[in-house]
């Protein structure tokens, strides 16, 4: 069974990351999931079964995940299911659920977050916003001046403002703290 699934739940561990002989990153931690119901006759919310998925990310989600994500982190996951049977040394058998990653990320239904763009692979030229020049013709550690002049800016549809009162608004904007 391989199915493309998302899957909302909190990490009920620390990720575990390790490097095949290879070279490939892999990371790995497990997903509580819980359904929650609101029980008119009691009045209360209530919580259904928990549902534990095993979850691998690899390469740079790997990476990224090691250093992002930890024990009791509210999550959305979306990858492909894998469902296995498996029996060990004992004759114990049991049912693997597990997800093979294709993008993780916080569930901002419980806090807020704020993303750092990395650099090198995935990056560069395949982003079209990344290292193009800001629109005063100069190039710009500003994260927001590339994608202004590739993607516009408030300053362009300011009307009747000068363009030092946009560029003003616009690090207001960015300034803020939401």
Same mark, same amino acid.
């Given at each position: 069974?391989?199915?493309?699934?998302?899957?909302?739940?909190? @990490?009920?561990?620390? *990720?575990?990351?390790?490097?095949?002989?290879?070279? @490939?990153?892999?990371?790995?931690? =497990?997903?509580?999931? !819980?359904? %929650? %119901?609101? /029980?008119? #006759?009691?009045? +209360?919310? *209530?919580? $259904?079964? !928990?549902?534990?998925? !095993?979850?691998?990310?690899? +390469?740079? @989600?790997?990476?990224?995940? #090691?250093?992002? @994500?930890? #024990? $009791?982190?509210?999550?959305? *996951?979306?990858? %492909?299911? +894998?469902? %296995?049977?498996?029996?060990?040394?004992?004759?114990? +058998?049991?049912?693997?659920?597990?997800?093979?990653?294709?993008?993780?990320?916080? /569930?901002?239904?419980?806090?807020?977050?704020?993303?750092? =763009?990395?650099?090198?692979?995935?990056?560069?030229?395949?982003?079209?916003?990344?290292?193009?020049?800001?629109?005063?013709?100069?190039?710009? /550690?500003?994260?927001?001046?590339?994608?202004?002049? *590739?993607?516009?800016?408030?300053?362009?549809?300011?009307?009747?403002?000068?363009?030092?009162?946009?560029?003003?608004?616009?690090?207001? #904007?960015?300034?803020?703290?939401?």
């Amino acid at each position: 069974m391989s199915e493309t699934i998302t899957v909302r739940g909190f @990490l009920g561990g620390e *990720v575990e990351e390790f490097i095949t002989p290879q070279g @490939l990153p892999i990371s790995n931690f =497990r997903l509580g999931c !819980t359904p %929650r %119901r609101y /029980d008119r #006759k009691t009045e +209360r919310w *209530v919580n $259904g079964d !928990t549902n534990w998925y !095993t979850v691998s990310a690899f +390469r740079q @989600l790997a990476q990224n995940v #090691k250093s992002s @994500l930890h #024990k $009791g982190d509210p999550v959305l *996951v979306t990858g %492909r299911l +894998r469902v %296995r049977q498996w029996e060990n040394d004992k004759g114990q +058998r049991g049912t693997s659920v597990e997800i093979d990653a294709e993008a993780i990320g916080h /569930d901002l239904t419980f806090g807020s977050g704020s993303f750092t =763009r990395l650099g090198g692979a995935g990056s560069g030229e395949d982003n079209p916003r990344a290292g193009a020049e800001s629109p005063a013709g100069s190039s710009s /550690d500003s994260p927001s001046s590339a994608a202004d002049s *590739v993607w516009g800016t408030d300053a362009d549809d300011a009307q009747g403002q000068t363009q030092e009162q946009a560029q003003d608004q616009s690090q207001e #904007k960015e300034a803020a703290p939401f």
